[in-house]
Nanobody, 126 residues
């Protein structure tokens, strides 16, 4: 059973930056796709970004393209989400997720993710 622990959330002013981290417990992290998702109050969870097992393929929601960057360090079993030019609408609980597949599968149940972290809160003040 994978365990994912997010960190790095907090309060930031609009236009500012934050870097989220997600530390995964051992096993097969380096062969698994990873993703970031978010859920704002009274909204459904939505996809933010994903990355393939090697980091060679990345995927982004249109709303964050050009502002957010997902990357991973397989030696540290960690995936990151660098968030720049933050907007008030980016405020949400951000969740890290792990798939047992090599690549992100957007059309799959639960976005193809098998394990989820408990989330970290990002607040953006205007």
């Amino acid at each position: 059973q994978a365990q994912l622990v997010e960190s790095g959330g907090g309060l930031v002013q609009a236009g500012g930056s934050l870097r989220l981290s997600c530390a995964a417990s051992g096993h097969s992290f380096s062969t698994h796709a990873m993703g970031w998702f978010r859920q704002a109050p009274v909204k459904e969870r939505e996809f933010v970004a994903a990355i393939s097992w090697s980091g060679g393929s990345t995927y982004y929601a249109d709303s964050v393209k050009g502002r957010f960057t997902i990357f991973r360090d397989n030696a540290k079993n960690t995936v990151y989400l660098q968030m720049n030019s933050l907007k008030p609408e980016d405020a949400a609980v951000y969740y890290c997720a792990e798939s047992r597949s090599y690549y992100y599968s957007p059309g799959s149940v639960d976005y193809g993710m098998d394990y989820w972290g408990k989330g970290t809160l990002v607040t953006v003040s205007s």
